[in-house]
């Protein structure tokens, strides 16, 4: 099955990717990697939804912060089209970055990377299986609680 086929099988329609807000490219392609630049958690319609700014422990709800990690996932897949035409052209995914904004004390962030990790599974089958990293920050762009970076290996 491709995986546009799976995106609609699980019911995601990939959105118009947003152009970078700063000196940066969404995309660098160097041999058979793909590297995509960290995605916020834009909802379909381009936007930060108000559930999704600020900070987790604080006035994120770590359900909101799961889902936050699940739109970024599906904004990587989406800058990913753009970049090779056909996202079976992905052989694997390498790599997830996820960066939570999320008060000091707050320790329990890997279950919110689990958004984008668990969807990129869901989208990508064995494929989709990745190394991750995880990191809680101080802020973030757009006051977003959630923003993941991605490598996939690619043909």
Excluded: W
Aim: charged share 20%; hydrophobic share 50%.
């Amino acid at each position: 099955m491709s995986i546009e086929a799976k995106l609609k099988e699980l019911g995601v329609t990939l959105p118009t990717p947003g152009a970078p807000i700063a000196n940066y490219v969404p995309c660098v392609r160097t041999g058979s990697l793909l590297v995509v630049s960290g995605q916020l958690c834009l909802g379909a319609d381009g936007k930060l939804a108000d559930a999704h700014k600020g900070k987790l422990g604080g006035e994120v709800a770590a359900e909101a912060a799961i889902e936050a990690a699940r739109l970024c996932a599906i904004n990587i897949l989406a800058q990913a089209k753009v970049a090779l035409g056909s996202l079976d052209a992905i052989q694997r995914c390498v790599r997830l970055g996820g960066f939570i904004n999320c008060v000091p004390t707050y320790g329990a962030i890997a279950p919110v990377m689990n958004g984008a990790s668990d969807f990129m599974v869901a989208a990508l089958g064995d494929k989709g299986r990745h190394a991750r990293s995880t990191i809680g920050v101080a802020e973030l762009p757009l006051d977003a609680v959630v923003e993941v970076e991605a490598m996939f290996e690619v043909a």
